[in-house]
């Protein structure tokens, strides 16, 4: 297992290095099968004084032979944040861990309402993606040279059915996950809404262009 430190806006010193290595005992204990290929421990310090309680944050990517599984945490020191980081990435590798039981074992895989009404900790599968240098307009912090896109990702998108979009975007962490829909071939969003219900939207891009002209936006938080 290839373990990566970075640091942004701040010194990795050996102190948190060795801390991530023994930290990284408790992550292998999950790794039985060796799906684990490489872990990306990534440290950043907020600039902003007003964030002072919460100026460090620990991101953690585990690219495994299957989904993307990441976590992050922040609080007032490095030390502190990786601790919370890895007490959520634990949750979600024993989660992903589970799910691989049920589709190996005797039981029939969860639908999306069985896995709703479950006390579920988040994901979705991204790609790793470097941090630009931060700047900020007015409160909103920018990375790269914005502000009018304040982050642009590419993924890859193989199509996939709504069970597995739905568990993918728990393993993440996130409250929203894009994909394309497996049968019908359509970009589709599964996000959170209130509590553990999940809502689902679906784009159809063959629909008449003339449909579209003067349309408000699509908001998936007033789904």
Known sequence: MEVVIKGHNCEISQRFRDYVDEKMRRIEKHDQRKKIQRVVVEAC?????????????????????????????CADEHLAALDGAIDKLEARLRKAADRRRVHHGNRTPMSVAEFAATNGDGAEAVEEEPIDAVHYAGPVE???????????????????????ALYEMELVGHDFYLFVEKDSGHPSVVYRRHGYDYGVIHLDPSAAAAHDIGAPGIDAASG
Not at 47 to 68: K, L, M, Y
Not at 152 to 161: D, I, N
């Open 45 to 73: 310090k907020e600039r902003n004084p007003r964030q002072s309680d919460r100026a460090a944050r620990v991101e953690i990517t585990v690219r495994t032979r299957g989904p993307v599984i990441r976590a992050e945490a």
């Open 142 to 164: 920018v990375r790269g040279e914005g502000p009018l896109v304040v982050r642009e990702k590419t993924h890859r998108a193989a199509p996939m059915t709504l069970d597995q």
